[in-house]
Antibody, heavy 122, light 108 residues
Framework: QVTLRESGPALVKPTQTLTLTCRFSGFSLTSIEMSVSWIRQPPGKALEWLALVDWAGNKYYNTSMKTRLTISKDTSENQVVLILTNVDPVDTATYYC??????????????WGQGTVVTVSS | SDFLTQSPSMSVAPGQTAIITCGGTNIDRYSVHWYQQRPGQAPVLVVHDDRDRPSGIPERFSGSNSGNTATLTISRVEAGDEADYYCQLWDSSEDSGVFGGGTKLTVL
C-alpha cells in the first residue's frame, strides 16, 4: 500500500523560508519510473504543480517559481524535501506531495498525501 | 491555467451523463490524466493516459482525447460524484506539469 504524508510549519512569516517534508512508504524512489512531486492549492483555487524529483535524481521545477524552489530526496529515509524561499502571502496554500509515475514524457500523479496547510502571514 | 481550459462549473441530474472538457492546442499530442477532488479531500486519479482507469475506479468514468479537446465522461451520475475535476498533462517542452483550472460538478 502506497502512503505519503506531508509535514511542515502551519504558519510562516513573509520573506522567510518554508521547508516541507514528504515521508512515503510502499514504493522506492530508486525504482525506475518512480518520482515524487509537490503540488499546491491556494484556498478556493486550482492545483498548481511545483516540482518533481525522479529515481535518477533529476529535478524539474515550475518555471515561474524556479528561482525560489529546491527539491531533494533522501532515498534511505524514504523522504523528499521541498524548500520555498522568500515566501509571500500568495504562497498560502495546501501543499501536497504525490507519487509520480514517469514514463518518458508522460507523468501522472497516482497517489497523494493528505496535504499540509501553510499560511503565510506576519 | 492558461495552457489548459476547463469550464468553471456544470450541473447534472442524478442518472444523467456529465461531460467535462479540457481544451488545449493540439492536446491530442499529449497523454491527459483526470483527477477528482471531493470537498476537503486530496485529489484522486480517475482516468490516466486519456482513457485508462486505475484499479478501483468505476467503469462509469471514461475518457477520450482528440484534436484540441480531452474529455472526461461520467455516466449514470451519482451524488457521490459531486466534486472538482482537473485535467493534467506533462509539458515535455518545458519539463513541467500542467493542470487545468478545474470544473466543479454539481449533482442536482
Amino acid at each position: 500500500q502506497v502512503t505519503l504524508r506531508e509535514s511542515g510549519p502551519a504558519l510562516v512569516k513573509p520573506t522567510q523560508t518554508l521547508t516541507l517534508t514528504c515521508r512515503f512508504s510502499g514504493f522506492s524512489l530508486t525504482s525506475i519510473e518512480m518520482s515524487v512531486s509537490w503540488i499546491r492549492q491556494p484556498p478556493g483555487k486550482a492545483l498548481e504543480w511545483l516540482a518533481l524529483v525522479d529515481w535518477a535524481g533529476n529535478k524539474y521545477y515550475n518555471t515561474s517559481m524556479k528561482t525560489r524552489l529546491t527539491i531533494s530526496k533522501d532515498t534511505s529515509e524514504n523522504q523528499v524535501v521541498l524548500i520555498l524561499t522568500n515566501v509571500d502571502p500568495v504562497d498560502t496554500a495546501t501543499y501536497y506531495c504525490a507519487r509520480t509515475l514517469s514514463f518518458g514524457p508522460v507523468k501522472r500523479f497516482d497517489s497523494w498525501g493528505q496535504g499540509t496547510v501553510v499560511t503565510v502571514s506576519s | 491555467s492558461d495552457f489548459l481550459t476547463q469550464s468553471p462549473s456544470m450541473s447534472v441530474a442524478p442518472g444523467q451523463t456529465a461531460i467535462i472538457t479540457c481544451g488545449g492546442t493540439n492536446i491530442d499530442r499529449y497523454s491527459v490524466h483526470w483527477y477528482q477532488q471531493r470537498p476537503g479531500q486530496a485529489p484522486v486519479l480517475v482516468v490516466h493516459d486519456d482513457r485508462d482507469r486505475p484499479s478501483g475506479i468505476p467503469e462509469r468514468f471514461s475518457g477520450s482525447n482528440s484534436g484540441n479537446t480531452a474529455t472526461l465522461t461520467i455516466s449514470r451520475v451519482e451524488a457521490g460524484d459531486e466534486a472538482d475535476y482537473y485535467c493534467q498533462l506533462w509539458d515535455s517542452s518545458e519539463d513541467s506539469g500542467v493542470f487545468g483550472g478545474g470544473t466543479k460538478l454539481t449533482v442536482l
